[in-house]
C-alpha cells in the first residue's frame, strides 16, 4: 500500500503535475544510496555530482566552486554575468571568505538574481524587507564583500520592470566575450529558480517551453509554498506568497558553468529533498521535471550524502 495505489478518489488525485508519472518517477530512486553519481546517458560529459558529508562542508565547498568561477574569469580578462539564488544560502559566506582571501575585485561580475517573490501581478516587495531576495542578496553576499562587491548598477534584480532586460542583457555580455555561470537550488518540486512543473503544460513543444526567458507573476505549485515555508518562513504558511517573478530555460539552460547545491535536510533524519535530487539525476530530461534539464550542462551540483538515502519509511 502505497500513494499510488491509494490516490484514486483521494485529496492527492490532480495534485502533482500532470506530466508526472508517479510509477516512473519512484523507479528514478535506488536503495543503494552509492550508486546516486552513476553515470547517466544524457548528462553532460562535463556535468558531475559532487557529495559531501556535512552541511558545513556543503556550505565551503560550493562557495569556493562560486570564488574559483569569479576568479579564473577575472584572471582570463573576461567578465562574469552570474544567474543567483536565495536558497541555497551558507554557501554565500564562503564564497566571500575565499574572495577576500584571494583579494578578487568583483567589478567584472553582473549578477542577476533568479526570481523574486511576487502577486499576481509581478509587485515584488520593497528592497528593504526582510523577505525580499534584494535584501537576502545584500546581507548575506554584496554587503559582506565590501570594496571588492559588484558594482551596484551591474546588481540585477527580479522586478517587474528589470526582469524582462535580463535575457537581453546577459546576450549583450556573452555577445562581448563573457561567460554566463548559473547557481541554483532545486525545488521540491523540482523547479528552477521558480520555473515550475505545470508551465510545461502550456507549450506545444520542447522548443517553445526552452525559448522562455522569464515570467511576472509566476503561480506557485503548493509543494513550493509548503517547501518556503519550512525552509524560510518558520513554518509559517501564511506569510508565503503564492507568486512570484522568475527566470525561465531561455535563460538557465544556456550556462558556461552550472554549480548546482541540494542541502535539504532538517534533523533527526529528516529531510525534504532527497526524491527531488533522485528524479533530477535518473528521470531523462523533460519539460515536467525542470531541473532534469541542468544534468544536460557542464558544472557541478554538490549534495548532501544524507538525501541519497536510502529514501525507505523512518517514523520521526
Not at 488525485?13 to 535506488?30: H, N, R, T, V
Not at 575565499?98 to 583579494?103: H, S, V
Not at 524582462?164 to 555577445?175: D, M, Q, V
Not at 506568497?241 to 544556456?254: D, K, M, Q, S
Request: aromatic residues 12%.
Amino acid at each position: 500500500m502505497d500513494l499510488m495505489s491509494t490516490i484514486a478518489g483521494s485529496m492527492m488525485e490532480g495534485y502533482f503535475p500532470a506530466g508526472w508519472d508517479l510509477a516512473k518517477i519512484d523507479q528514478c530512486m535506488s536503495a543503494d544510496p552509492t550508486s546516486i553519481t552513476d553515470r547517466q546517458s544524457w548528462w553532460h560529459e562535463g556535468f558531475e555530482p559532487v557529495m559531501c558529508g556535512s552541511v558545513t562542508d556543503f556550505d565551503t565547498i560550493m562557495g569556493h566552486e562560486i570564488a574559483l568561477t569569479i576568479k579564473q574569469s577575472r584572471d582570463a580578462g573576461e567578465k562574469l554575468a552570474l544567474i543567483l539564488p536565495v536558497g541555497p544560502m551558507g554557501m554565500y559566506r564562503w564564497a566571500v571568505f575565499f574572495l577576500k582571501e584571494w583579494g578578487v575585485s568583483c567589478d567584472h561580475v553582473y549578477g542577476f538574481n533568479m526570481d523574486e517573490w511576487s502577486d499576481a501581478d509581478g509587485n515584488t516587495l520593497p528592497a528593504n524587507n526582510p523577505g525580499a531576495f534584494q535584501y537576502a542578496m545584500q546581507e548575506a553576499f554584496y554587503g559582506p564583500l565590501g570594496d571588492l562587491t559588484v558594482p551596484e548598477n551591474q546588481r540585477h534584480f527580479a522586478t517587474a520592470d528589470v526582469l524582462p532586460t535580463y535575457a537581453e542583457k546577459i546576450g549583450e555580455l556573452k555577445s562581448a566575450g563573457a561567460k554566463l555561470g548559473v547557481i541554483f537550488g532545486i525545488g521540491r518540486v523540482c523547479h528552477i529558480a521558480f520555473w515550475e512543473p505545470h508551465f510545461a503544460g502550456e507549450f506545444n513543444s520542447e522548443e517553445e517551453w526552452k525559448a522562455q526567458t522569464h515570467r511576472i507573476g509566476a503561480k506557485l505549485h503548493p509543494l513550493t509554498i509548503e517547501q518556503n515555508a519550512v525552509t524560510s518562513f518558520k513554518s509559517r504558511t501564511t506569510l508565503v506568497p503564492a507568486y512570484a517573478n522568475t527566470i525561465g530555460p531561455g535563460c538557465f539552460l544556456n550556462a558556461d558553468k552550472i554549480i548546482g547545491g541540494c542541502d535539504g535536510i532538517f534533523s533527526r533524519g529528516m529531510q525534504w529533498q532527497g526524491m527531488s535530487v533522485w528524479m533530477t539525476l535518473r528521470h531523462e530530461p523533460t519539460s515536467w521535471i525542470p531541473s532534469t534539464y541542468m544534468t544536460t550542462q557542464p558544472g557541478r551540483l554538490i549534495i548532501l550524502d544524507e538525501l541519497a538515502g536510502p529514501l525507505v519509511a523512518e517514523c520521526n
